[in-house]
């Protein structure tokens, strides 16, 4: 009987230990956008950051492919994601109720940091012959799918240009992945794209038969759009970067930047460990995309308009960042 006993309470023991283990592994995912853009590979890069410490933080991270932007704010606020990569502009629009969330402020929205700067690109076929926004009146131009983040930048600079959507072009609200194919196949003339540089989708674009341009902004728009939007600044994109464009000379445009954000909901443990593994590898991580050239300990601390969540800002007291 007291063999039984004994047994038995061994028994109870390890499953309950067991139980504690899988209970204390958390999940997390991070949504990202397109497998071709620059978001998929940069929330490969956070979480391959995070997971070799899986053991200590008891953290597993995961990356979804996404619509962007607006889609990754809609579904961290609701629970379905933990984290995401979202353009600034965004993260202001959503915390500040304007934009996709007019009168409906996302205050539980919370910043992680900042990773590389998004140009707005406008990529047109070259015997379409789109010079400046103003040729794209006629056009079929694909503008973005409602969720991602470039759809809104399209539509404040055609509105800049003077120039109704809806009636002065064919515009389209498709996925960035299948801009290229698309632009390749003669089923549109331009598309747009907010995104890092270089990344998979452009160089598809460039790669094709049909010889493709990109088409610079006019300075007195950017201007105007800089002036009028508290997120956005005068950018250039590289044409080095895509062999087989039309341009020869780097061409201008206007951009945000690509930031990592989350819920006031997720626990300050998980932010934390993500912040710190992301920050103490830092020469690491910037290895993982040429998008991050420019990436810096303090850049990384900038553009973010909602709260820093606890977790994060305790890591960056603790390293003297804040
Ligand atoms: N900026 C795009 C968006 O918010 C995504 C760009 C990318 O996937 O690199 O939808």
Known sequence: MKKLMVFLFAALFV???MADVIAATQYV????G????????????????????????????????TGG??????????????????????????????????????TKLRAVFSIHPESVTLVAAADANVN????????RVNIGNPGSGQRGNALDLLAAAGINYETDLKAEGIKAAESAGMLQDERIDAFFYTVGHPNG??????????????????????????????????????????????NKADVASFGVKATF??????????????????????DDFKKLHPA???????????????????????????????
């Open 69 to 106: 932007s607006v889609f990754n704010v809609n579904a961290i606020m609701v629970g379905d994601l933990e984290f995401g990569v979202v353009q600034s502009d965004r993260q202001y629009q959503a915390f500040n109720g304007t934009a996709d969330w007019e009168g409906k402020p996302q």
């Open 15 to 17: 499953v309950g230990s």
């Open 201 to 246: 989708s452009v160089k598809e674009a460039v790669a094709g038969a049909r010889k493709v341009n990109f088409v610079p902004i006019d300075k007195a728009i950017v201007d105007k759009l800089v002036a009028q939007f508290p997120y956005y600044a005068p950018s250039v994109i590289p044409v080095a970067m895509y062999p087989g464009v039309a």
């Open 261 to 282: 954000v989350t819920s006031a909901d997720v626990s300050d443990d998980i932010v934390y460990a993500i912040t710190k593994e992301v920050f103490e590898n830092f």
């Open 29 to 32: 995912t991070i949504g990202t």
């Open 292 to 322: 991050y050239s420019t990436l810096s300990k303090a850049s990384m601390l900038q553009g973010m308009s909602a709260p820093i969540h606890p977790g994060a800002m305790k890591y960056y007291k603790e390293a003297g960042l804040k």
């Open 34 to 65: 397109g497998v071709t853009g620059v978001y998929y590979p940069t929330g490969g890069a956070i979480s391959k950051m995070v997971n070799k410490k899986r053991k200590e933080y008891n953290l597993r991270a995961t990356v979804e492919s």
């Open 132 to 139: 400046s926004v103003a040729d794209l009146k006629g056009k």
